[in-house]
């Protein structure tokens, strides 16, 4: 059927308009300017980290108690300034203690023929390669090679040592990934079921980090136990923050996350560069952000006997956990509150819940 016009008839008590060209190019804008800062973000965040890697207070020793020993080690902080923190000790063993308290990067013992290195690669094997490289030049002047030898080395299955990076990488994404997830299709639970949830999940991430990363890949090949209740640690802490922070932030969560967890974390981590090879303020984040927190706290355990700073690392995750119940805590009060206030059921509108698809579908894309 048709009008006089030829034109089909609205349909039957049919009030809604399409969109304006105007209104969808705005909600298009909107929506866009998440994964544009995400860009810019990500940008500043990595090229800031990594563009550059200089050694900044690189700690080395020269071993030995004889005048020269003396004076070499007094020539190469001269000429190195700030970029190397140089020390003299008197013997290899007291060189070796330090290198496995991960106090030392490297540590040099001179000789006239046979000139040594001393490192431990699994602390970090760009700030080992950071150490050779100042000897080398050392050694050229003497027209001798120098022999590098490694007290720590990676396991098979992680030879660069980067392995536990790429670990500490899927157990992020999958926990704040996560967050999203319970936050929007969670919306008709209360705070404290979402955070049990939460739990659950983060349970369900470490059992997926160590599998990966222990049976299948070798990365890790001894003290799993160990690993994977620091991944828990981690990945709990992670949603739990990100939970918390839903509940005040809505559709930003993500992105605040992903600077909080991706853009500071990452490139803080000491992963691909430690502290000593990158700028003031990576390296200041290093000393007590989360996933600096596991990964030291994984490389302490795997390769240097649960010592070099294990309790510290340990410390530094539960206060991330920690930080992440007083926020649980909070928003379930806030959210209380505001149920009584509207006196309104938990469960949102059919509006809210189509927002929160489109934030849930952001969140899984990026």
Not at 93 to 109: I, K, P, S, T, W
């Given at each position: 059927?048709?009008?006089s016009?030829?034109?089909?008839p609205?349909?039957?008590g049919?009030t809604h ?6 209104h ?7 929506h866009l300017l998440?994964?544009?800062l995400?860009?810019?973000?990500m940008a ?6 990594f563009?550059?890697?200089e050694?900044?207070h690189?700690e080395?020793?020269v071993?030995g108690t ?5 004076i ?5 902080k001269d ?11 008197p013997t290899r ?17 001179p000789?006239a023929?046979?000139p040594e290195?001393i490192?431990?690669?699994a ?7 950071a150490?050779?490289a100042v000897f080398q030049?050392?050694?050229a ?6 022999t590098v030898?490694d007290?720590?080395?990676t396991?098979s299955g992680?030879p660069?040592?980067q392995?536990l ?5 899927a157990?992020s994404?999958?926990?704040?990934g996560?967050?999203a997830?319970i936050g929007t299709?969670g919306a008709?639970?209360r705070m404290?079921?979402r955070?049990?949830i939460?739990?659950?999940t ?5 059992i997926?980090g160590?599998?990966t ?7 890790v090949d001894?003290d799993y136990?160990?690993v994977w209740a620091?991944?828990?640690?981690y990945?709990?802490?992670?949603i739990?923050?990100?939970v918390?922070?839903h509940?005040f ?6 992105l605040?996350?992903m600077?909080?967890f ?6 803080s981590?000491g992963g691909?560069?430690r502290p000593?090879l990158q700028?003031g303020?990576?390296?200041?984040l290093h000393?007590f952000?989360?996933g ?8 302490s355990?795997?390769?240097?006997d ?10 530094t ?5 920690a930080?992440g ?14 149920r009584?206030a509207?006196?309104t059921p938990?469960?949102?509108p059919v509006?809210a819940?189509?927002e929160a698809?489109e934030?849930?579908?952001e969140a899984?894309g990026?």
């Open positions: 059927m048709t009008t016009h030829g034109t089909p609205a349909a039957h049919s308009r399409a969109p304006g060209l105007q969808s190019l705005r909600h298009i804008a909107v998440t994964p544009l995400m860009c810019l973000g500043l965040a990595y090229q800031g980290a563009h550059k890697p050694p900044h690189l080395v020793a071993v004889t005048p020269q020993a003396r070499l080690a007094q020539t190469v000429k190195a300034g700030d970029a190397l923190d140089v020390t003299a000790l063993d007291a060189a070796e203690e330090q290198l496995r308290d991960r106090q030392l990067v490297g540590a040099f013992v000789d023929t046979a290195l490192v431990a690669k602390n970090s094997d760009t700030s080992a390669m150490a050779e030049t050392v050694t002047k003497q027209g001798v090679p120098l030898t007290i720590a080395p396991d992680d660069t040592g392995g990076f790429f670990l500490l990488v157990l994404i999958g926990s704040y996560s967050v997830v299709a008709s639970v404290p079921v955070a049990a939460g739990l659950v983060s349970l369900a991430v470490s997926i160590i599998v990363a222990g049976p299948l890949f070798h990365i001894h136990a160990a620091m991944g828990w640690l990945s709990a802490g992670i739990a923050i990100g918390g922070l509940t932030l809505k559709r930003w969560t993500t605040t996350l600077v909080l991706v853009m500071l974390n990452f490139t981590s691909i560069y000593e700028n303020f990576f390296g200041a000393a952000w989360n600096a927190g596991f990964l030291e706290g994984t490389r355990v795997l390769y240097f649960g010592g070099a700073g294990l309790a510290g690392h340990l410390l995750l539960t206060l991330w956990f930080a119940l007083v926020l649980l805590t909070i928003a379930g009060a806030y959210e209380r509150r505001q009584i509207t006196h938990v469960a949102r509006e819940r189509t698809e934030e849930m579908e899984v990026v």
